[in-house]
C-alpha cells in the first residue's frame, strides 16, 4: 500500500456540494469552508438574492463554481427541481450538507407547551424534519444514480440530546425579541439524530456516507444575560462562534471520514459532558 498523505484527504476539489439554508448564519459559514477546501457549491436557500448573492462571494473568494439556487424544502416538486438543476449545472452531486430550518411565527413558536399548536408544531418539522426527508431522499437518489457514493452531514441541535434548561431563558432575548427553546425543536432535532442513523445503515451498501452535527449554543443575537446564564452552563465558559462548527462538517463531507458513517459529532464546549 502506498504511503497515504493525510493532508490531501481534506482537499474537496473536484466534488460539489450542496448546502441547504445555505444563506444563513451558518450555512454561510459552511459553504464558505467547503470551497475553501475546494468543492463546488451549490447554496440553497428559501432566500434566492441571499443565495446568489453568496454563490458569487464564493466564485470571487475562492476560484470555484457555485450557484444559488431557490428551494421551498416543503414542497417535492421543488426539491426535484433542485436536485435536477443541481445535477445538470454541476454534473452531479456528491455532498449534501442538510442546514436548512424553519422559521416560525414568534409569539406561536414561544408558547408553553400546554397552549402549543398544532399548526405550529407542524410548521417546524414541515423544513427541520420533514425537508430533511424529502432532500435526502431527493439527492440519495442523484447519489445512487452516479454509482459513486458520497457524503451526507445533518445539522442536529445540542436539544436534540437533551433538554433545554428553561432558567436561561429568564430575561433572555435575540435581536430584542424574547426567545425559548420550545418541545417541537427538540423533537424536531431529536428526529434529525435518528434519521441520520437510520440512513448511515441503510445506504453504507451503496457508499453513501450519512453523519451529523450537533452544534451547541452559537453567539449571533443574544443579549447578554442570555450569553451570561448560558456560558456559566458551558465547561469551557463561553458560547460558540459560527466559525466553530465548520472544521467538523469539512471532515465529515472530505475522505479523511472515509470509514465513518452513523455519527454524532457534539459541538458544543462540554455542555453534554456535565
Given amino acids: 500500500m502506498s504511503q497515504v498523505r493525510f ?3 481534506f482537499d474537496l476539489k473536484g466534488k460539489t456540494a450542496v448546502v441547504t439554508g445555505g444563506a444563513g448564519i451558518l450555512g454561510r459559514q459552511f459553504c464558505r469552508g467547503l470551497a475553501e477546501f475546494g468543492a463546488d457549491v451549490a447554496v ?54 442538510s442546514n436548512a430550518t424553519k422559521s416560525v411565527d414568534q409569539d406561536a413558536y414561544l408558547d408553553r407547551y400546554e397552549d402549543y399548536s398544532l399548526e405550529s408544531w407542524q410548521q417546524m418539522l414541515s423544513v427541520d424534519l420533514n425537508g430533511m426527508f424529502l432532500v435526502t431522499q431527493g439527492v440519495g437518489k442523484q447519489m445512487i444514480l452516479q454509482g459513486t457514493g458520497g457524503s451526507m452531514i445533518q ?20 435581536n430584542n425579541r424574547p426567545i425559548s427553546s420550545p418541545a417541537v425543536y427538540t423533537a424536531a ?3 434529525v439524530v435518528a434519521l441520520t442513523r437510520y440512513l448511515a ?74
Fill in 155 to 174: 445539522t442536529a441541535s445540542i436539544y436534540g440530546i437533551m433538554s433545554p434548561d428553561q432558567r436561561i431563558y429568564e430575561g433572555s432575548f435575540y
Fill in 44 to 97: 440553497i436557500d428559501l432566500n434566492e438574492s441571499a443565495a446568489k448573492e453568496l454563490a458569487g462571494e464564493l466564485c470571487r473568494d475562492y476560484h470555484v463554481r457555485s450557484e444559488g439556487v431557490a428551494c421551498d424544502l416543503t414542497s417535492p416538486d421543488s426539491v426535484d427541481a433542485m436536485v435536477k438543476k443541481v445535477t445538470r449545472t454541476f454534473g452531479g452531486i456528491h455532498i449534501l450538507h
Fill in 7 to 9: 493532508k490531501e484527504l
Fill in 201 to 274: 445503515t441503510y445506504w453504507a451498501p451503496k457508499g453513501i456516507r450519512v453523519n451529523s452535527i450537533t452544534p451547541g449554543g452559537v453567539e449571533s443575537g443574544q443579549n447578554e444575560e442570555f450569553k451570561k446564564r448560558y456560558s456559566n452552563r458551558i465547561p469551557m465558559g463561553r458560547m460558540a462562534r459560527s466559525h466553530e462548527m465548520v472544521s467538523a462538517v469539512i471532515y465529515l463531507a472530505s475522505d479523511a471520514s472515509s470509514y465513518v458513517t452513523g455519527q454524532n459529532i457534539i459541538i458544543d464546549g462540554g455542555l453534554n459532558a456535565w
Fill in 189 to 191: 432535532k431529536g428526529g
